[in-house]
Structures are given as C-alpha cells and as structure tokens.
C-alpha cells in the first residue's frame, strides 16, 4: 500500500511521472507518480499537503520543477487544444456577486468560444439543477449553489476531463449528496474526474479510488475499502471522561477490541481501541452497569494527519 506502483495502464487519462515543484527551499511536491483513469478518484490528504500545488500542476497552470505531467498523451503545460477539453475548478471563488448564475456560465462558455452557446449554457445548469435559480444573482445564492453554479461553468464546455480542488467546502449534508448525484452522473458517461479534499468522509462517499498525499509525497493509492480496512487494523486513542475513573478503567480493560487503558493526570482515561464504534457502543452500558456517571467520549485520532502517519509508517 505504498505510492510506488500505481499505474492502471493505457486506459489513463492522467499520467503523473516523478513529478516535483519546489519554491525556492520549500518543496511543495515530492517525487510523485501515478495514473487517473476514467470515473472518480479522491486526492485525499490534510491541509498543506500539497494537494493544490499538484491540481495546479495537472491542470497546466504551473510548470513541474522536475518530472512530467501529460493528459491523453500531450504534454499539460502551455497546450491550448487540450485545456478545451479539460474542466478545472479551483478551491477559491473568484467570481462577481452581481452576476447572475447564467452570467457567469455564459462568461466560461465566451472564454472557450463555444458555437450555440446557449445550448450549452442551458445543458450546463440542467446538469446541476439550477435552471429555476439560474438568473439570480450570485450574491443571493447558498454556498451550496455557488458551488454548483461554478461547477456549471467548469462543465460548460462538455470536457472529458474534470478536476476540482475541494469543491464541497462549506456545503452541508444535502448540498453534498446533490452534488454526489452529479458526480456519479457524469463518471457513468466516462468522464475522469479528480477531486481533492481534506475530509475522509467526503471522498469515502464519493470515490472508488483515492490517492493519500502528505508532506507533498504519495503516501498511499488504492481501492478506498482496502485502504480504509487497512487503517482500520490500527488502535484509535478515545479520550473518556467519567466521575470514577479507575472503576470504569477496570470494566473497559475487559473488552476483546480494547488493547490498553491509562488514566491521565486530569482523571480522564485514555482508551486504546481497535474498534472505536464498538466501544463507543459498550460505553453506556459499561457505565450502567457499574453505576459510574459517563460525561464525555471524545476521539484523539480522527485527524487526517494521524492517519497518514499511520500509513506512513507502515
């Protein structure tokens, strides 16, 4: 489960070969390799990771200091003809508040001098489903809708290839599974589609594949499930918060999944477990049964950057 062999042969629409991008001292990307093929694949890694360096990098709008990037076989950097078939969108909104929705897709399709361009601005926001909002002004619009009305105007031009940097930032429950519900439309059409993001459920839910960066390096690629199960052999720390810390140590350290169990010096207990879901489950009961008052169950290791250090070091 390392980044060292990733290739999925000449059905790839991205290859990534040895790729750096320092700026100055700091390294930004790190000797990278793999391939994107069609459907979604998850860029998945903490903040700082370099992941949007690298979306930057594949969608030639910075040149690699060391390695190769090409996209259906031509090279990325300073190749017009290719980005009319690429659709990027990039984590910050750079757009006027005072344009309405379809403003702003028409904007996208002028750039790409798309022939009937209405038809393709129309076939744009049907795919998101905005055409009721579609001549609001942006301004007046939800995160989620901003969201897909900029997503809009990346699709516009009907590319095969689409990459987006975070685009589920600041959207709520709803506003992701109607944006999944596109994402899953487009891949079934054949489409590659490479989106990043810090959040492990996000891209859980989204992607057949993923790829773990931190650090600028490729920590892992692979089907998510055994990535995720392999993640899952490891023991989570749960911090647990009761009125009699030693009794309740004693009745936790019984469980098959839980490996060790330590009181801290604030009288909270620290929890080892190879199953964080089933302990959380047992918490209740465990406290029920020996009369000890649960105040608080909090888990220490649901951060991104455990993870990766986890992965890393296997």
């Given at each position: 489960m390392?980044?060292?062999?990733?290739?999925?042969?000449?059905?790839a629409?991205i290859?990534?070969?040895?790729?750096?991008?320092?700026?100055?001292?700091?390294v930004?990307?790190?000797?990278?390799?793999?391939?994107?093929g069609?459907?979604?694949?998850?860029?998945?890694?903490p903040?700082?990771?370099?992941?949007?360096?690298?979306?930057h990098?594949?969608a030639?709008l910075?040149?690699?200091?060391?390695?190769?990037?090409?996209?259906?076989?031509?090279?990325?950097?300073?190749?017009?003809?290719?980005?009319?078939?690429?659709?990027?969108?990039p984590?910050?909104?750079?757009?006027?508040?005072f344009?309405?929705?379809r403003?702003?897709?028409?904007?996208?399709?002028?750039?790409?001098?798309?022939p009937?361009m209405r038809?393709?601005?129309?076939?744009?926001i049907?795919?998101v489903?905005l055409?009721?909002a579609?001549?609001?002004?942006m301004?007046?619009y939800?995160r989620?809708?901003?969201?897909?009305?900029?997503?809009?105007?990346t699709?516009?031009?009907?590319?095969?290839v689409?990459i987006?940097d975070e685009?589920l930032?600041?959207?709520?429950?709803?506003?992701?599974?109607?944006?999944?519900?596109?994402?899953e439309?487009?891949?079934?059409e054949g489409?590659t589609?490479?989106?990043?993001?810090h959040i492990?459920?996000?891209?859980?839910?989204?992607?057949s594949?993923?790829?773990?960066?931190?650090?600028?390096?490729?920590a892992?690629?692979?089907?998510?499930?055994?990535?995720?199960a392999?993640?899952?052999?490891q023991?989570?720390?749960?911090?647990?918060?009761?009125d009699?810390?030693?009794?309740?140590?004693?009745?936790?350290v019984?469980?098959e999944?839980v490996?060790?169990?330590?009181?801290?010096?604030?009288?909270?207990l620290?929890?080892?477990?190879?199953?964080v879901a089933?302990?959380?489950?047992?918490?209740?009961?465990?406290?029920?049964?020996?009369?000890?008052?649960?105040?608080?169950?909090e888990?220490?290791?649901?951060?991104?950057?455990s993870?990766?250090e986890?992965?890393?070091?296997?």
């Open positions: 390392n980044g060292t062999d990733n290739r999925m042969g000449s059905s629409a290859q990534v070969v040895d790729v750096s991008k320092w700026y100055g001292s700091v930004a990307v790190n000797d990278v390799s793999f391939d994107v069609p459907g979604i694949t998850g860029l998945l890694g903040n700082g990771a370099g992941k949007t360096t690298l979306l990098l594949i030639g910075a040149g690699c200091s060391r390695g190769e990037i090409t996209m259906h076989g031509e090279p990325v950097r300073d190749n017009p003809d290719l980005y009319r078939r690429m659709g990027f969108m984590e910050h909104e750079s757009i006027y508040d344009f309405t929705g403003q702003l897709v028409e904007f996208s399709a002028r750039l790409h001098d798309l009937q038809e393709h601005v129309d076939r744009a049907s795919i489903g055409e009721e579609q001549n609001r002004k301004g007046t939800s989620g809708m901003r969201q897909r009305m900029r997503l809009a105007a699709l516009v031009h009907d590319p095969q689409i987006l685009p930032n600041g959207t709520d429950p709803r506003q992701r599974i109607e944006f999944q519900d596109v994402m439309r487009l891949a079934r489409r589609i490479l989106i990043s993001s492990l459920e996000e891209v859980e839910t989204l992607a594949r993923i790829l773990l960066m931190i650090s600028g390096k490729l892992a690629a692979g089907d998510f499930r055994a990535i995720r392999k993640l899952d052999e023991a989570y720390k749960v911090r647990v918060v009761v009699s810390p030693r009794l309740m140590a004693s009745a936790i019984g469980m999944d490996d060790t169990v330590t009181v801290s010096e604030d009288g909270s620290l929890v080892y477990s190879r199953s089933t302990l959380q489950q047992s918490l209740a009961r465990l406290a029920r049964d020996n009369s000890v008052r649960l105040m608080r169950v888990p220490m290791d649901d951060s991104l950057e993870l990766f986890y992965v890393v070091e296997r």
